[in-house]
């Protein structure tokens, strides 16, 4: 059953104890306010107005909170979504327009299916209107889907971002056991690409016109990210999942190459090199910041409000899966020079996270019985 709770209690933060940055001296209190409960998963959450959140669970459904009510029925009108593994109805962000056009963008895994011909599944990108009543989602299409299909039920990637400009960003996974597609571009996997809203490709990207290239490719070589948001910057950051350590952060540039696989700070899973071993290579990016032992991130935004003290402006927050906590990040001159756990003892995936209209911070819990979360300032 979905329920809405709200409760507020503290929950003490804690320092990463890791060589090579220099810490946080003192650990505040946050206080977290219990919104929602009973979520199937959810993967991702986007604001609507009036203190109305959207909400994605994996499992395949959308719903709303609104204040002062339960959760929604899921909405009707999403297309089929195939759910499997990491697989199902993932990200979703509202159009930077969407006061007026009531415009949504989300991602799924989708079987392959007389549209897209092939077999197997991938990741797709749809475009919808809410409607007026918050019931349902009308004039569904789709943008954009991952090319080959292939049968499998990991790495799907799956954020969306919108960028100044107006184009989108979509990162996509190399779905795992295709890992080596990474690093050829007749395929999409491994990929961030950028489309316009209407599903075609600004002719600017950097391989159109290009032999043997899919034109909507941004940049190569990506393992799985489940992170990315516009900095202050104005530039696109991401994170990915490393094998077993070597976690990225990087910010990706135009027809530039980040190296899975051939370069990785991690490892096979049970130990061994990944190919020849490599940690860099000519013609390769580095990561701005990696962990090893892997964190398994997910969700990512920059704080831009003040609400939490001045010193936390501008800081990178990002969810561990693996941990189960939030990091924040200080960075200067675009790399990390100062890490803090927060939230150790919430002892629940951190999916995704968000700055909400207010200012504070919203997390999603990936769990059978996950959570909303508002993260409130020290008392």
Partial sequence: MHTQLISTHLLA??????????????ADKLRTELLAEGLDHPWALAFIGDGRILLTERSGDMRILQPGAPLSAPLTGLPKIEVGGQGGLLDVITDSKFADNRTIYFCYSEEANARTGGSGNSTALASARLSNDLKKL???????????????????????????????????G????????????????????????????????PYVGKTGALPEIWSIGHRNSQG????????????????????????PEAGKNYGWPVISYGENYGGGKIGAGLTAQAGMEQPLHQWTP????????????????????GNL??????????????????????EERLLTNLEQRVRDVREGPDGLLYLLTDEANGQLIRVLPAP
């Fill in 138 to 172: 009308e004039q569904v299409k789709v943008l954009f889907s991952q090319k080959p299909k292939f049968a499998s039920r990991a790495h799907f990637g799956c954020r969306i971002v919108e960028r100044p400009d107006g184009t989108l960003f979509m990162t996509l």
């Fill in 317 to 338: 927050f990002v969810g561990s899966l693996k941990f189960r906590y939030l990091a924040r990040l200080e960075l200067k001159d675009g790399k990390v020079v100062r």
């Fill in 174 to 205: 190399e779905r795992y056991s295709r890992m080596q597609d990474a690093q050829t571009l007749d395929n999409h996997h491994g990929k961030i690409i950028r489309i316009r809203k209407d599903g075609s490709v600004p002719p600017d990207n």
């Fill in 294 to 313: 892997s964190i398994a991130p997910s969700g990512m935004t920059f704080l831009r409000s003040t609400r939490y003290g001045k010193a936390w402006q």
């Fill in 228 to 251: 990315a948001t516009l900095g202050p910057d104005g530039r696109l950051w991401m994170h990915e999942h490393g094998p077993q350590g070597g976690d990225e952060i990087n910010r």
């Fill in 13 to 26: 933060t804690a320092l990463v104890l890791t060589s090579g940055y220099a810490f946080a001296q003192n």
